[in-house]
Nanobody, 126 residues
Framework: QVQLAESGGGLVQAGGSLRLSCAAS????????MGWFRRAPGKEREFVAG????????YYADSVKGRFTISRDNAKNTVYLQMNSLKPEDTALYYC???????????????????WGQGTQVTVSS
């Protein structure tokens, strides 16, 4: 099990940028495929981006492709989500999640991620 804590959310105007961080506890962070998800008001949780254990493979939802970038620093036990060209429809509570250890492929299925952070709010004004 890994404990996760997101930070970096806030209020930004449309077209602006934010960088979210997710700090993980434990010495085996590098074994985990990581994902970012979000839940907008009145909507179901959706996949945003994922990254493999070594950063060699990334995967994005079509809605954020070309605007968001996921990355990780295993030495710092941290995964990042750089969000550029933000739109009002990006407003949501953003969560990071860790996949089952040893499962190396990136997936959008949230049932494959047993460990979750508390989330950080991103609000984009028009």
């Amino acid at each position: 099990q890994v404990q996760l804590a997101e930070s970096g959310g806030g209020l930004v105007q449309a077209g602006g940028s934010l960088r979210l961080s997710c700090a993980a506890s434990g010495r085996t962070f590098s074994l985990y495929t990581m994902g970012w998800f979000r839940r907008a008001p009145g909507k179901e949780r959706e996949f945003v981006a994922g990254i493999s254990w070594n950063g060699g493979s990334t995967y994005y939802a079509d809605s954020v492709k070309g605007r968001f970038t996921i990355s990780r620093d295993n030495a710092k036990n941290t995964v990042y989500l750089q969000m550029n060209s933000l739109k009002p429809e990006d407003t949501a509570l953003y969560y990071c999640a860790a996949r089952y250890p040893g499962r190396t492929t990136v997936t959008a299925r949230d049932s494959e991620y047993p460990d979750w952070g508390q989330g950080t709010q991103v609000t984009v004004s028009s």
